[in-house]
């Protein structure tokens, strides 16, 4: 009871912070380019979706239009929530759950609505681009709607299945599905559509805030730190290491920052140490301090309880 309390108070602060507003606007957006996308383009062109919503579509092609859309892709979203509801935060549950009817609702505003192209190979590409781009939107702020994000999500942190295999075999199947029920040509425009929409998706997503690890090895590491702490507000970690050149100690200096960053550092750096050694790699995913929290992954909000202090003998 306790912890519900706690999250309850963690939920209604999150409300109060321009966030949480900033939030709903993005997944407003990108529902709306989605909802366009398969309105405009999905339909007409007998293109499936990926995930949840290329089942909702697949179920719809193959028992009639005896229901909505929009209303469909609620029904078959509430078993995945009642599945993941002990797992995940209640902000990330809410939010979820906001972004679901904030979808649905927007499949109902686009519906009708054309985007006229003829050519399927330029529709794919664009529909593709489109809604990778509006998904893509609202997970860089946090947002969800729903669908298989929770269902990859549960599996990753009960039993460490990577998120992208679970959407692979989805999607294998949605993709076999269209061609059996079209033609070869549709899956593979089908197909097509999927990746252009990841690949959007992920640019959009991580855009030029892209993080990167960066190691660096240099004879004035306060003065690095300094830099790195100071102007570029970055926490570091220091690593003991043993030049194997001129067999002296070195401290290693690790920090995660994103591209806008990087070419700062390297001219902060230049002006310090010219000699120094930088190594910089590719990063998929930074939780912690100026990036995303633990509570934006969904995980629930841990609360240290308060220690009594020993009685005074």
Same mark, same amino acid.
């Given at each position: ?5 706690? *999250?309850? !108070?963690?939920?209604?602060? /999150?409300?109060? =912070? ?6 709903? &606007?993005?997944? !407003?957006?990108?529902?709306?380019? /989605? ?46 929530? &009642? ?17 679901? @009817?904030?979808?649905?609702? #927007? ?6 609505? #054309? ?11 664009? %529909? ?11 997970? =860089?702020?946090?947002?969800?709607? @729903?669908?298989?994000?929770? &269902? %990859? ?11 992208? #295999? +679970?959407?692979?075999?989805? #999607? &294998?199947?949605?993709i076999a599905a269209n061609g059996l029920l079209y033609d070869l040509d549709i899956a593979l425009y089908t197909g097509i559509f999927m ?10 997503? +991580?855009?030029?805030? !892209?993080?990167?690890?960066? /190691? ?13 702490? =100071? ?7 220091? /690593? ?20 806008? *960053?990087?070419? =700062? ?29 633990? *509570?934006? *992954? ?8 308060? +220690? ?6």
């Open positions: 009871m306790n912890s519900f309390k706690e *999250e309850l !108070q963690d939920l209604s602060d /999150f409300v109060r =912070r321009f966030a949480f507003w900033r939030t709903l &606007l993005m997944i !407003q957006i990108g529902c709306f380019m /989605f909802g366009l996308v398969v309105s405009g383009i999905l339909i007409p062109q007998n293109f499936f979706a990926g995930g949840l919503m290329g089942i909702s579509l697949l179920i719809l092609t193959l028992s009639g239009d005896w229901i909505s859309l929009s209303l469909l892709y609620i029904l078959l979203n509430l078993p995945l929530f &009642l599945l993941g509801y002990r797992s995940f935060s209640l902000r990330f549950l809410v939010i979820s759950l906001m972004g679901m @009817g904030i979808l649905s609702l #927007n499949l109902e505003w686009t519906e009708g609505m #054309n985007i006229p192209t003829r050519e399927p190979l330029l529709a794919a590409i664009l %529909g593709g681009i489109l809604s990778g781009a509006g998904s893509g939107l609202y997970l =860089r702020f946090g947002g969800s709607v @729903g669908g298989l994000d929770i &269902l %990859g999500a549960f599996l990753k942190k009960k039993f460490s299945i990577p998120i992208g #295999n +679970t959407f692979i075999l989805v #999607n &294998l199947v949605i990746y252009v929409f990841s690949w959007a998706l992920q640019r959009v997503q +991580t855009g030029f805030s !892209q993080r990167k690890a960066v /190691f660096i090895i240099s004879k004035k590491p306060e003065e690095v730190a300094d830099k790195v702490l =100071r102007k570029m507000d970055r926490g570091l970690t220091y /690593f003991h290491a043993y030049g194997g050149l001129d067999h002296e100690p070195r401290e290693v200096i690790y920090t995660v920052i994103n591209m806008l *960053e990087l070419g =700062r550092l390297k001219q902060y750096l230049y002006e310090i140490d010219p000699d120094a050694f930088m190594a910089v790699n590719d990063t998929a995913e930074v939780i912690g301090k100026k990036f995303l929290s633990w *509570e934006d *992954e969904g995980f629930k909000p841990i609360r240290k309880k308060p +220690t009594v202090p020993d009685p005074v003998s």
